[in-house]
């Protein structure tokens, strides 16, 4: 079953450093793809960065970046130079056997609140 | 280009009775998804449509159904409300033809007493 592990459920950072969120994931599909969203305190989802397994080169949008070890399994999100802005909840997510045409379904991970100290 | 909107943004609801929820995914999107969040759950992938066809759906009760419009316009449906039904209702639309990106609503804040 493919499944997504936040082990961190906080995580402080000062500002202008930068902070590094876990995200390990199982599945069995060689095909997938990993998001990550970020959820502030109204509640939207926003979309930050995203990576697909066939890429060779990490991701980055940004301040966003994400640290692909595939063979361990893990996309940590990387965000540099943190912002007051910053503080929110963050989501990894997986996208199980990406096929055209075939389900955009998430698996969301548990999230880690991320608080950013001035 | 406007962004996926969804209706209530709140709602208070009695237990046993029935809500529906709506969501107007973008201009052009054919997808939509849609995700219960709980604080003990987290979130949970209830269905997806794409072209007014159930693509996939969640380990649910069959309480919790959905349609879409030929518009792409979403609705879901929840009957005989329990307690355990509060949540945050998010719907995610995307063009549905292999793009990754998936664009989220504000979501409905559903509250049953």
């Known amino acids: 079953a493919q499944k997504i592990t936040q082990t961190q459920p906080g995580m402080f950072v000062q500002e202008k450093e930068a902070v590094t969120l876990d995200c390990t994931y199982d599945?069995?599909?060689?095909?997938?793809?990993l998001f990550w969203y970020k959820q502030p305190s109204s509640g939207e989802m926003i979309f930050l960065i995203y990576?697909?397994?066939?890429?060779?080169q990490n991701a980055t949008e940004g301040r966003y970046s994400l640290n692909f070890q595939k063979a361990r399994k893990s996309a940590n999100l990387v965000i540099s130079a943190s912002q007051l802005g910053d503080s929110a909840m963050y989501f990894c997510?997986?996208?199980?056997?990406?096929?055209?045409?075939?389900?955009?379904?998430?698996?969301f991970g548990k999230g880690t609140k991320l608080t950013v100290n001035p | 280009k406007a962004g996926v909107t969804q209706t209530p943004r709140y709602l208070i609801k009695t237990r046993g009775q029935q809500v529906t929820l709506s969501c107007s995914p973008i201009?052009?999107?054919?997808?939509v998804s849609w995700y219960q969040q709980t604080p003990g759950q987290g979130l949970q992938f209830l269905f997806e449509?794409?072209?007014?066809?159930?693509?996939n759906k969640g380990n649910f009760p069959g309480r919790f159904s959905g349609r879409q419009f030929s518009n792409s316009r979403s609705e879901m449906n929840v009957s005989t409300l329990e307690l355990g039904d509060s949540a945050l209702y998010l719907c995610?639309?995307?063009?549905?033809?292999?793009?990754?990106?998936?664009?989220f609503g504000p979501g409905t804040r559903l509250t049953v007493t």
């Open positions: 995610a639309s995307s063009p549905g033809t292999g793009a990754y990106e998936q664009y």
């Open positions: 599945t069995s599909d060689p095909s997938y793809g």
């Open positions: 990576q697909g397994s066939y890429d060779q």
């Open positions: 997510a997986m996208r199980p056997k990406i096929t055209q045409g075939g389900s955009e379904k998430l698996v």
């Open positions: 201009s052009g999107h054919r997808s």
């Open positions: 449509y794409f072209s007014e066809t159930q693509r």
